[in-house]
C-alpha cells in the first residue's frame, strides 16, 4: 500500500511529538503493509508555520534515520494544504508543497464548515494553474455529510477524492463513517491515507480499511485505491478515475452487509 497523506514528521505540527515516535509510527506502517508514505505536515492552516524548507529538510532527516535503524518505509514530501484566500498566490510562487514535489498533484483541506459554489471556483483555479486538487477527507465535513452531492460534484470535475482509513472502519465516529460508505458506494472514493498523526491516534494503519473496500467493491478496485493510484499521484503520472457510474458494490454477502441498513 501507498500511503499520501501523513503527520509523521515531528515537531512541526499536530502529528509526531519526537523522532522517536516518527519511528515507531514508521514500523506500524510498514507492518501494515505500507511500503511508500507521504509525509504531509499542515500548511496554511493557521496554527503551525511550516514552510515548505522545513517539509524538505525533515524528511530527509527522516530518511537518515529510517536507514539507520533499517526500517523500510519510502518517504516523500508533501503538505496538507488549507484552503485560504492567499492560496493561489502561495501555489504559483511555489511556496506550497506538492506531493513528492512533483509540481502535479497537492493535498486540499477546505474549512469544516464550506460555501459550495466557492469550493467548485477553487479548486477550478487550482486546475487551470496545472494542478490536481486531491481533497481531503470530505466524509468528515458537515456539509458532506449533510449533502454528499458536493462531493460528487468535486469528482466530476477532474479532482481526486481522498478519504481517511479510520473513517471506513468507523474509528472517527459514526457520521464520518456512514458519509465515508456512502462516497465508496457512489463509486466518488479514489484513494484512501491514514492521515496518521501518533502511534496511538489516527495510527497510520490501512489494511483493515483496505480488506473492507475488496469486499464491498472487488479485489481490484481495492488494488486502484490503495496501489496504483497513490503510485501515480506519488510519480506525478496520470490518474485514471473512473465515472461513478462504473463503480458497483460487489454484490457478495460479507459481514460489511448485515450492516448496510444502519448506514443506509
Same mark, same amino acid.
Request: net charge negative.
Given at each position: 500500500?501507498?500511503?499520501?497523506?501523513?503527520?509523521?514528521?515531528? #515537531?512541526?505540527?499536530?502529528?509526531?511529538?519526537?523522532?522517536?515516535?516518527?519511528?515507531?509510527?514508521?514500523?506500524?506502517?510498514?507492518? +501494515?503493509?505500507? #511500503?511508500?508514505?507521504? %509525509?504531509?505536515?499542515?500548511?496554511?492552516?493557521?496554527?503551525?508555520?511550516?514552510?515548505?524548507?522545513?517539509?524538505?529538510?525533515?524528511?530527509?532527516?527522516?530518511?537518515?534515520?529510517?536507514?539507520?535503524?533499517?526500517?523500510?518505509?519510502?518517504?516523500?514530501?508533501?503538505? +496538507?494544504? !488549507?484552503?485560504?484566500?492567499?492560496?493561489?498566490? !502561495?501555489?504559483?510562487?511555489?511556496?506550497?508543497?506538492?506531493?513528492?514535489?512533483?509540481?502535479?498533484?497537492?493535498?486540499?483541506?477546505?474549512?469544516?464548515?464550506?460555501?459550495?459554489?466557492?469550493?467548485?471556483?477553487?479548486?477550478?483555479?487550482?486546475?487551470?494553474?496545472?494542478?490536481?486538487?486531491?481533497?481531503? !477527507?470530505?466524509?468528515?465535513?458537515?456539509?458532506?455529510?449533510?449533502?454528499?452531492?458536493? @462531493?460528487?460534484?468535486? %469528482?466530476?470535475?477532474?479532482?481526486?477524492?481522498?478519504?481517511?482509513? %479510520?473513517?471506513?472502519?468507523?474509528?472517527?465516529?459514526?457520521?464520518?463513517?456512514?458519509? @465515508?460508505?456512502?462516497?465508496?458506494?457512489?463509486?466518488?472514493?479514489?484513494?484512501?491515507?491514514?492521515?496518521? !498523526?501518533?502511534?496511538?491516534?489516527?495510527?497510520?494503519?490501512?489494511?483493515? @480499511?483496505?480488506?473492507?473496500?475488496?469486499?464491498?467493491?472487488?479485489?481490484?478496485? %481495492?488494488?486502484?485505491?490503495?496501489?496504483?493510484?497513490?503510485?501515480?499521484?506519488?510519480?506525478? +503520472?496520470?490518474?485514471?478515475?473512473?465515472?461513478?457510474?462504473?463503480?458497483?458494490?460487489?454484490?457478495?454477502?460479507?459481514?460489511?452487509? #448485515?450492516?448496510?441498513?444502519?448506514?443506509?
Amino acid at each position: 500500500m501507498i500511503d499520501i497523506h501523513s503527520h509523521i514528521l515531528p #515537531k512541526i505540527d499536530d502529528g509526531a511529538e519526537t523522532w522517536e515516535m516518527s519511528l515507531a509510527m514508521a514500523r506500524i506502517a510498514v507492518e +501494515d503493509g505500507i #511500503k511508500t508514505m507521504a %509525509a504531509t505536515p499542515h500548511m496554511l492552516n493557521g496554527v503551525y508555520n511550516v514552510s515548505r524548507d522545513q517539509i524538505l529538510t525533515q524528511v530527509e532527516e527522516l530518511r537518515r534515520r529510517l536507514k539507520e535503524e533499517n526500517i523500510d518505509l519510502e518517504i516523500v514530501a508533501g503538505a +496538507d494544504t !488549507h484552503v485560504t484566500q492567499d492560496f493561489m498566490t !502561495h501555489l504559483n510562487d511555489g511556496t506550497l508543497l506538492t506531493i513528492n514535489d512533483a509540481g502535479k498533484y497537492i493535498l486540499v483541506e477546505f474549512p469544516q464548515s464550506i460555501l459550495e459554489q466557492a469550493t467548485y471556483d477553487m479548486l477550478f483555479e487550482i486546475q487551470l494553474a496545472g494542478v490536481i486538487p486531491v481533497i481531503t !477527507h470530505p466524509e468528515r465535513y458537515f456539509d458532506i455529510q449533510r449533502n454528499y452531492r458536493i @462531493a460528487y460534484k468535486w %469528482a466530476e470535475s477532474g479532482n481526486i477524492i481522498q478519504v481517511t482509513a %479510520a473513517s471506513l472502519v468507523g474509528e472517527l465516529g459514526e457520521a464520518a463513517q456512514t458519509s @465515508a460508505m456512502r462516497l465508496l458506494k457512489e463509486g466518488i472514493v479514489h484513494v484512501v491515507a491514514s492521515d496518521a !498523526h501518533s502511534t496511538e491516534w489516527r495510527r497510520p494503519v490501512m489494511s483493515s @480499511a483496505r480488506r473492507l473496500v475488496a469486499d464491498v467493491l472487488s479485489e481490484d478496485h %481495492a488494488e486502484l485505491i490503495f496501489l496504483e493510484r497513490p503510485r501515480c499521484i506519488v510519480a506525478g +503520472d496520470y490518474v485514471e478515475v473512473p465515472s461513478p457510474e462504473d463503480v458497483k458494490p460487489s454484490g457478495k454477502p460479507s459481514w460489511y452487509r #448485515k450492516l448496510q441498513e444502519r448506514w443506509f
